[in-house]
């Protein structure tokens, strides 16, 4: 019902920046919550951020304040901005949305995924 395209991955070294993108598409008549996670080599998946239509934001402890997510709701695209990029951020990173199929009925969606590769 839902196709969610991420953007915006790459490598990166420590310190630096890279601005995440995720554009949603389908059948829906509105996406509730998005955020993002990500999975590492040999770990398992994580929570990363997560941002509800009306804006409220939720952050894993492990962003430490480099991190910060924001949406356009208008454009169904939700964004993740990652500064003061450490090696221990390196994984994929999956883009999430909660979406309403109908008025009752939610569903979970998950993108492909992004690379993010933060050099020493």
């Known amino acids: 019902q839902v196709q969610l395209v991420e953007s915006g991955g790459g490598l990166v070294q420590a310190g630096g920046s890279l601005r995440l993108s995720c554009a949603a598409s389908?059948?829906?008549?509105?996406?509730?919550?998005m955020g993002w996670h990500r999975q590492a080599p040999g770990n398992q998946r994580e929570l990363v951020a997560t941002?509800?239509?009306?804006?409220?934001?939720n952050y894993a402890d492990s962003t430490e304040g480099r991190f910060t997510i924001s949406r356009d709701s208008a454009k169904n695209t939700v964004y993740l901005q990652t500064n003061s990029l450490k090696p221990e951020d390196t994984a994929v990173y999956y883009c999430?949305?909660?979406?309403?199929?109908?008025?009752?009925?939610?569903?979970?969606?998950w993108g492909r995924g992004t690379q993010v590769t933060v050099s020493s």
């Open positions: 941002i509800t239509r009306d804006g409220i934001t």
């Open positions: 389908g059948r829906f008549l509105s996406i509730k919550d």
């Open positions: 999430y949305a909660r979406a309403a199929r109908t008025p009752w009925v939610l569903d979970d969606h």
